[in-house]
Nanobody, 116 residues
């Protein structure tokens, strides 16, 4: 089992920046993909960005050019740098660790609120 702890959320004005962190512990071997998802009130959880073991990244169209996902293997931590934030970025952001057929693990989430 993988434990994931997110941090870095908060309240920011439109155009501001935040950096989210996701610290992984436990059975982190065989994690194929680390990702950030978000869920706004009344909406489905959606993929924001992902990074593979080989550092291939993928982004939702709505965040391309504004968000950057990265990882620090020595710290077992994945980051999401969010710039030029918009009110529509307001959501709870969740970290995800995907081990393929071995399953998924989720963090508890961190709230990001962007004021207009």
């Amino acid at each position: 089992q993988v434990q994931l702890v997110e941090s870095g959320g908060g309240l920011v004005q439109t155009g501001g920046s935040l950096r989210l962190s996701c610290a992984a512990s436990g059975n982190i071997f065989s994690i194929n993909v680390m990702a950030w998802y978000r869920q706004a009130p009344g909406k489905q959880r959606q993929l924001v960005a992902s990074i593979t073991r080989g550092d291939i990244t993928n982004y939702a169209d709505s965040v391309k050019g504004r968000f950057t996902i990265s990882r620090d293997n020595a710290k077992n931590t994945v980051y999401l740098q969010m710039n030029s934030l918009k009110p529509e970025d307001t959501a709870v952001y969740y970290c995800n660790a995907n081990k393929g057929i071995l399953g998924n693990s989720w963090g508890r989430g961190t709230q990001v609120t962007v004021s207009s």
